[in-house]
Nanobody
Framework: QVQLLESGGGLVQAGGSLRLSCAASGSIFSINLMGWYRQAPEKQRELVATITMTGSTNYPDSMKGRFTISTDNFKNTVYLQMNSLKPEDTAVYYC?????????WGQGTQVTVSS
């Protein structure tokens, strides 16, 4: 089993920055991808960023240049640095990890950006 705990969310004004962290515990061996998704009220969960074991990153166009994903060499933590935040970034942000035969989600951390 893998347990994920997100932290770093909160309230920030437009243009500000936040850094989210996700700590993984349990059966964390053989993780090959880590990432972040978000879900706003009455909207579907959407991709924010992913990073693979080889270091490849993936961002939607709306996040490119503003968000940066990183890990501590896939030991147990994945980060999301968010800059130039906009009100439309308001959502619950979920940590995600992938293993060869399973996927795991955190409980989410709320990010609220005021205008």
């Amino acid at each position: 089993q893998v347990q994920l705990l997100e932290s770093g969310g909160g309230l920030v004004q437009a243009g500000g920055s936040l850094r989210l962290s996700c700590a993984a515990s349990g059966s964390i061996f053989s993780i090959n991808l880590m990432g972040w998704y978000r879900q706003a009220p009455e909207k579907q969960r959407e991709l924010v960023a992913t990073i693979t074991m080889t270091g490849s990153t993936n961002y939607p166009d709306s996040m490119k240049g503003r968000f940066t994903i990183s890990t501590d060499n896939f030991k147990n933590t994945v980060y999301l640095q968010m800059n130039s935040l906009k009100p439309e970034d308001t959502a619950v942000y979920y940590c995600y990890v992938r293993r060869p035969n399973s996927s795991h989600w955190g409980q989410g951390t709320q990010v609220t950006v005021s205008s």
